[in-house]
């Protein structure tokens, strides 16, 4: 089975601190998402890349920036974090033309 | 991407068919239905798709109308696992260019003993 890890289940951070959201999926996918999941808001789409160093912005990129130097690796940096960004981050990871499959999350406390 | 409308919640009993029904009325020729779920506290899982005819795996059973305006996720014996967030989403074919999924509010389904 395709498994994306997100390497934190919980994160607290204080306002203003850099933080590195990390995904690694074991199955050579060329597509990697991040999504951010808000009560009421449903999933929205921050980044997505379709290739190594490759990144597209998704429909909330503001805030966010992405780095993907490795194909299994797809990190999502908040360069200042705020209040306002505490959230669940969603990770995922598919092959051009198949469905998605998604990590465990990442709950993030921006405090 | 096609907008679909779906119930906010539907409940059913242990053991019996859940049919959660998706419209998609402006959905075009090339593009497909895609089912997930959300279980609480987990990510999204995908359960199905199809384009133009019936699917079944070893999850749940899509029905899609022959106009494909609308669809049903069917799952056939219903378990208090399958109590979850079921999302339907239209989907341009990844020929079209870099589709993503753009998920809804979905179905909170709750299945009761």
Same mark, same amino acid.
């Given at each position: ?111 | ?35 997930? #779920?959300?279980? $609480? ?35 056939? $014996?219903?378990?208090? #696992? ?8 239209? #989907? ?22």
């Amino acid at each position: 089975d395709v498994k994306v890890t997100q390497s934190s289940r919980y994160l607290v951070k204080r306002t203003g601190e850099k933080v590195f959201l990390e995904c690694v999926q074991d199955m050579d996918h060329e597509n990697m998402f991040w999504y951010r999941q808000d009560p009421g808001l449903g999933l929205r789409l921050i980044y997505f890349s379709y290739d190594v160093k490759m990144k597209e912005k998704g429909d909330i990129p503001e805030g966010y920036s992405v780095s993907r130097e490795k194909k299994e690796r797809f990190s999502l940096i908040l360069e200042s974090a705020s209040t306002n960004q505490t959230s669940m981050y969603l990770c995922a990871s598919s092959a051009t033309g198949h469905g998605y499959t998604f990590g465990s999350g990442t709950r993030l406390t921006v405090v | 991407d096609a907008k679909t409308t779906q119930p906010t919640s539907m409940d059913c009993a242990e053991g019996r068919a859940a049919n959660l029904p998706c419209n998609h009325s402006t959905i075009s020729g090339n593009e497909y239905v895609y089912w997930y #779920r959300q279980i $609480h506290s987990q990510g999204p899982q995908y359960i199905i798709h199809g384009l133009k005819n019936n699917e079944t795996n070893e999850m749940a059973s899509l029905i899609i109308t022959e106009d494909r305006k609308s669809s049903t996720l069917i799952l056939p $014996h219903a378990t208090l #696992r399958d109590t979850a967030v079921y999302y339907c989403i239209v #989907r341009p074919p990844m020929n079209s260019g870099y589709s993503t999924l753009t998920f809804g509010k979905g179905t909170m389904l709750l299945v009761s003993p």
